[in-house]
């Protein structure tokens, strides 16, 4: 009887803590389709999961990065959703690949016209970035989610080194190097036609070497053969 009771609060124990942790692991994200190479564009996905089992998410607004501001930001159009995009003045232009940026995108926000994300859902929110900076390793995106209970969950905290992670941490997108395999790649396959090609050409010049020096022996040979014939008549005639 006692085991059976240590048996059961073990369990409902066990059940606490996995329902008590779970949204640790279901906040607010972003990840690129694909990767999100520096210097170049990308489009990544704001995944937005509900955590609540009697409310609805009903907006997402996401801040995004002064430090690195984005020139180009483009939000994919989604079924129940409209979206707001905010531009604003920087407090120092920014110079990116060339240009001198003044301006940037610095929210974007989705709003349900109908009944967002329910319960036991997730939903994501794509956008088209870019350029994305070449002196950066990541990008914070702060995002706000409001519930249908007027909840608001502020997804803000950022993530220090050596630290656990924060109760609401704020979206965090990876940034990739450029990779250099592709003009290596052409490196090689240019060695390897300028190979072939003084190949091709050292070929054809032992080629018509030897057509020459056979040419050469032939008439020789026929010219050796004419003096024998010749020398050979004279002796018989003496």
């Given amino acids: 009887m ?12 066990g059940s606490a803590v996995v329902v008590l942790s779970s949204p640790a692991f279901a906040h607010v994200s972003v ?8 210097g170049g564009y990308a489009v990544v996905d704001f995944k937005v999961p509900n955590e609540r089992d009697n409310a609805s998410t009903t907006k997402l607004e996401v801040t995004f990065p002064t430090d690195h501001p984005l020139a180009s930001v483009m939000p994919e159009p989604i079924s ?7 531009k604003s003045k920087l407090a120092k232009p920014a110079e990116m690949h060339g240009e001198t940026i003044t301006e940037a995108v610095t929210k974007v926000t989705w709003t349900a016209t109908g009944k967002g994300v329910e319960p ?3 939903q ?6 870019g350029m994305l900076p070449t002196d950066a390793d990541q990008l914070v995106f702060k995002a706000l989610q409001t519930y249908s209970n007027n909840e608001v969950v502020r997804w803000i905290e950022v993530q220090k080194d050596g630290a656990e992670e924060p109760e609401n941490p704020a979206p965090v997108l990876e940034l990739t190097a450029a990779s250099t395999s592709g003009s290596a790649a052409e490196d090689a396959s240019e060695k390897t036609e300028n190979t072939a ?4 050409s050292d070929a054809g010049s032992s080629d018509t070497t030897a057509r020459v020096l056979g040419v ?3 008439v ?16 018989t005639t003496v």
């Fill in 2 to 13: 006692k085991a059976s009771r240590i048996a059961a609060a073990a369990a409902v124990a």
């Fill in 31 to 38: 990840q690129p389709e694909g990767s999100a190479v520096k």
């Fill in 80 to 86: 129940g959703w409209t979206v707001k995009v905010t």
């Fill in 120 to 122: 036991g859902y997730f």
């Fill in 124 to 129: 994501k929110f794509p956008v088209s970035v």
């Fill in 197 to 200: 090609a003084d190949t091709t």
């Fill in 216 to 218: 050469v022996g032939i």
């Fill in 220 to 235: 020789v040979g026929a010219a050796g053969v004419a003096y024998g014939v010749l020398a050979g008549r004279r002796r």
